[in-house]
């Protein structure tokens, strides 16, 4: 069973730019959540999609977006890159319960603004 | 929102010996604790979790132990090995319970000297 897979794996981008990445979950999970990596703040969660709908919303700004296909695969968005953009962005996907459940991680996509 | 401590940041060990990693929570409604293991380059990966109706689980040489009234949980790495050495990450999820949307502690750097 494939696991989640992140596309691309490394990028670099000037400050103003936007960015696409793409997170194609294990077959069978429903739900995609995103977080940003930093060595200053650690793991942080952006948002989580489920069915083509943002259920969750971590604390950042609008420049960071995302949506959901009808086949689960998701990308995030983000608008005029700054330097603190700078990160490891991870996908995880999810089976969909009403108890919590495993999420499992991409290996990430790591994204450089210059 | 969910608070979650982690504690050493650093952590060095003769091979064989044992590992013991805390962290501490902050809302008494979490209900599944889950640890996960990064290694360079890679994204984390889930290696056990808990849930609140137990209060110990064990999988070959790795045990998480959960105590709901102290709001702490540990994860417990017997006989370590040099593969052992990694980073490692607690989470616990918010009130709404989804695992979708972790809380994660700030990582311990583990060693396992040979």
């Known amino acids: 069973k494939a696991g989640v897979t992140q596309t691309p794996r490394y990028l670099i981008k000037t400050r103003g730019q936007q960015v696409t990445l793409s997170c194609s979950p294990i077959s069978g999970h429903r739900s995609v959540s995103w977080y940003q990596q930093t060595p200053g703040q650690g793991l942080q969660f952006l948002f989580e999609y489920f069915s083509e709908t943002q259920r969750n919303k971590g604390n950042f700004p609008g420049r960071f977006s995302g949506r959901q296909f009808s086949n689960s695969r998701s990308e995030m968005n983000v608008s005029t890159l700054e330097l603190g953009d700078s990160a490891l962005y991870l996908c995880?996907?999810?089976?969909?319960?009403?108890?919590?459940?495993?999420?499992?991680f991409g290996q990430g996509t790591r994204l450089t603004v210059v | 929102g969910e608070n979650v401590e982690q504690h050493p940041s650093t952590l060095s060990v003769q091979e064989g010996d044992s590992a013991v990693i805390k962290c501490t929570y902050s809302?008494?409604?979490?209900?599944?604790f889950p640890w996960y293991k990064q290694e360079l380059g890679k994204g984390p990966q889930l290696i056990i979790d808990i849930r609140s109706n137990v209060g110990e689980k064990k999988d070959q040489r790795i045990a998480v132990t959960l105590n709901k009234t102290a709001k702490h949980f540990s994860l417990h790495i017997t006989e370590t090995q040099p593969e052992d050495s990694a980073v490692y990450f607690c989470a616990a999820p918010p009130l709404s319970g989804s695992a979708r949307q972790l809380t994660f502690g700030s990582g311990t750097q583990l060693t396992v000297l040979p």
């Open positions: 809302d008494s409604a979490s209900n599944y």
């Open positions: 995880a996907s999810s089976l969909q319960g009403f108890d919590s459940t495993e999420a499992f």
